[in-house]
């Protein structure tokens, strides 16, 4: 952050008609070392930023020239234009957020996110970056769990803390961590929502429904992995079992249209696709990408049209607001900086599918 308090105090000095001779002389200095601020070649001492706030009668945020609104405003730009870059250039954004801990080293936000551009991952972590930002990254998580108050802030912390103690070995330690600060499945924040309202009142039934529509979600997610990752299941069983469930889901969903069902095929679709292009122990083939493509985008198809009219559904579902949810997922699909997924996009019968979901939509 700029620091312009010689440019404050000149102004402040010219405001009250006051010369730099009168300046000095109450502050007990010499006219040059007032001069010396006001041309920002120096600053005050620290000892004198009181007294010469009392003297021209404003508080030391105003002598130093911070604005906290407009500070925060400044931050709160800084990362919405992070998290525009971090899909489509994760070098820029890093940049952007890596630049903006140097000026605001202080601020629990960019800290937070300063803290994970570091490219560790929260899920299946790089242990031998954790080890590299070990003692940086420590410090990081001490300061936001000793000073913030944000409770979501404070958690990622505690997250970062429990993978850099696991990547040292200790982890029993990281797994003790997850068990008091983060609680059971019973105790999240949406459950306690849930259970705040009456049964009979519009709150609850709010709440059921949100919790159902990302439950499920969460499960169909864990439903894919467990197949997948199991090193008993051959891959062809693995990935036509997987892609039966979805079909038959997908099928009673289009039946009793049912967004419960349709949000499981379209996570059981995803979550596939996800996996076959980014795990190289299994990769899947073209042929099974380009099928499964086709399968995940005629879902989402669907499901689109439940999302415009269903604003629960949205918000349970995208954690955002989108006009077009088959537009925001083909270009998801398409920005994806993996590389087998960019090799993809040189096949023309992948390509032929992609373009077949833009023309109707």
């Known amino acids: 952050m700029t620091i312009t308090i010689g440019t404050n105090i000149k102004r402040l000095r010219s405001e009250n008609g006051i010369t730099q001779e009168q300046l000095a002389e109450a502050m007990n200095i010499s006219c040059a070392a007032v001069s010396k601020w006001e041309r920002g070649e120096t600053y005050p ?12 009668g404003v508080t ?64 299946e972590p790089d242990l031998e970056k954790a080890l590299a930002y070990k ?5 990081i998580c001490d300061k936001i769990i000793g000073g913030c108050t944000d409770g979501l802030l404070r958690l990622s912390a505690w997250k970062m803390k429990a993978i850099l103690l696991h990547a040292e070995g200790k982890t029993q330690e990281a797994l003790q961590i997850h068990t008091e600060k983060c609680g059971s499945w019973w105790n999240t924040s949406e459950q306690m929502h849930e259970q705040l309202f009456k049964k009979d009142r519009p709150e609850f039934l709010y709440w059921v ?58 996570t059981i679709f995803g979550r596939l696709l996800n996996d076959l292009k980014s795990r190289g122990n299994r990769g899947g083939t073209e042929k099974d990408i380009i099928r499964i493509t086709d399968k995940y985008l005629s879902v989402v198809a669907v499901l689109s049209d439940y999302v415009k009219n269903d604003e629960l559904l949205m918000d349970a579902l995208l954690h955002h607001h989108t006009e077009d949810f088959l537009k925001d997922t083909i270009d998801s699909l398409m920005t994806w900086k993996n590389p087998r997924n960019i090799e993809m996009q040189r096949n023309e019968e992948y390509m032929n599918v992609i373009d077949k979901y833009r023309k109707n939509r």
């Open 45 to 56: 001492d620290i000892t004198m930023l009181q007294p010469l706030a009392f003297y021209f």
């Open 60 to 123: 030391l945020d105003e002598l130093m020239g911070y604005d906290k609104e407009k500070v925060n405003e400044q931050i709160e730009h800084i990362i919405e234009k992070y998290w525009k870059c971090l899909r489509n250039d994760w070098k820029k954004a890093n940049n952007i957020i890596t630049d903006a801990y140097r000026e605001f080293p202080n601020d629990y936000r960019i800290m937070n996110y300063y803290m994970w551009s570091r490219g560790i991952e929260d899920a």
């Open 135 to 139: 003692d940086e990254l420590s410090q």
């Open 209 to 266: 429904k949100h919790n159902m529509y990302e439950l499920v979600d969460f499960a169909a997610d864990k439903l894919v992995k467990s197949y997948f990752f199991d090193p008993n299941i051959p891959y062809d069983k693995m990935v036509g079992t997987v892609e039966k469930l979805g079909e038959e889901v997908f099928k009673s969903g289009k039946e009793f249209s049912e967004p419960y069902l349709l949000i499981q095929a379209k």
